[in-house]
């Protein structure tokens, strides 16, 4: 069974940094985009990044560019999402998901397989 199990979140003050994990399981991730997403209270999920399974391409959505970066360890079958400079609008919890195709982060629920886990509790604290 194709299953994700996001980690590495936390508490952290304005201007820290986080790196999450997404852990593949039941499946062997090589062959595969994947794409970060969060959903804050209240708001609709959103993309964040995707990264192409040959890691030759990474897109990011302009509220994130600049200060995230995401990678892969397909060895380890798992995608990485480095955070630095993080903000209080941060504060989400974090998701993966395998994707049909890498596009523009604005439509990116439309690429997503929506195979996700339970996500993992980022809150950025002022």
């Known amino acids: 069974q194709l299953q994700f199990v996001e980690s590495g979140g936390g508490l952290v003050q304005s201007g820290g940094s986080l790196r999450l994990s997404c852990a593949a399981s039941?499946?062997?991730?090589?062959?595969?985009?994947v794409g970060w997403f969060r959903q804050a209270p209240g708001k609709e999920r959103e993309g964040v990044s995707c990264i192409r399974s040959s890691s030759t391409y990474t897109n990011y959505a302009d509220s994130v560019k600049g200060r995230v970066t995401s990678s892969r360890d397909n060895a380890k079958n798992t995608v990485y999402l480095q955070m630095n400079s993080l903000r209080p609008e941060d504060t989400a919890i974090y998701y993966c998901?395998?994707?049909?195709?890498?596009?523009?982060?604005?439509?990116?629920?439309?690429?997503?397989?929506?195979?996700w886990g339970k996500g993992t509790l980022v809150t950025i604290s002022s």
């Open positions: 039941g499946f062997t991730l090589d062959s595969y985009d």
């Open positions: 998901s395998t994707m049909y195709a890498c596009g523009a982060m604005t439509h990116a629920l439309n690429f997503a397989s929506n195979n």
